[in-house]
């Protein structure tokens, strides 16, 4: 059984109160919930995070109106290694600041114009990769332009967007990314420049 603390943290987090995100929540109180629930629940926890938790709360029957936006977020944020977090478990700005070759950084302080063009560069290094590696990297900035239009800032999102949607329609494996961040924008062709 789930302690009710730990189904109130649930709820706040999946409604977008929770002071503090999965990744710096989860191992604060794994060693308790290891002893609490049955080993088959707490590794479905561990490992399926929101999903579980959201299952949980449900089971529980406890009332909640969740925030999609903000779950989305929280999903987001508890895929990201640990590494990359702040102890709030949320990115850390210096981070955020190189990704992209730094394109991330010049967009938080308003340089859309040099974000392009470094985004430019990095669409064109990505290119040379395999279909594997392109689709990859095509799909994290995609992810990333999304979260940001949707949960953050929506002209760095457009930004991003914008990067992934000027890869011209080549491979099955990339074109799904591309297909994804012009649907985002509304526009159906490659963005020119």
């Given at each position: ?82 590494s ?25 302080d ?14 064109r ?43 011209p ?25």
């Open positions: 059984m789930v302690r009710p603390e730990h189904l109130l943290y649930f709820k706040e987090l999946l409604e977008g109160r929770a002071d503090v995100s999965w990744n710096a929540w989860f191992p604060r109180h794994e060693a308790e919930l290891a002893r609490e629930l049955p080993r088959a629940e707490f590794l479905r926890l561990k490992f399926q995070k929101l999903d579980e938790a959201e299952k949980l709360l449900r089971a529980a029957g406890v009332e909640y109106t969740p925030d999609p936006a903000a779950a989305r977020r929280e999903r987001y944020h508890a895929l990201l290694d640990p990359v977090l702040d102890q709030r478990g949320r990115p850390r700005p210096e981070f955020r600041r190189k990704a992209y070759n730094g394109a991330l950084g010049q967009l938080m308003g340089e859309v114009d040099a974000a392009r063009a470094t985004l430019g560069k990095f669409i290094r990505v290119r040379r990769y395999p279909a594997e590696k392109q689709a990859e990297e095509l799909e994290d900035l995609c992810f990333d332009g999304e979260m940001e239009l949707t949960l953050g800032d929506p002209e760095i999102g457009r930004v991003l967007l914008e990067a992934v949607a000027s890869v329609p080549r491979d099955d494996l990339v074109d799904p990314a591309t297909d994804r961040a012009r649907g985002l924008l509304g526009q159906s062709e490659p963005a020119l420049g």
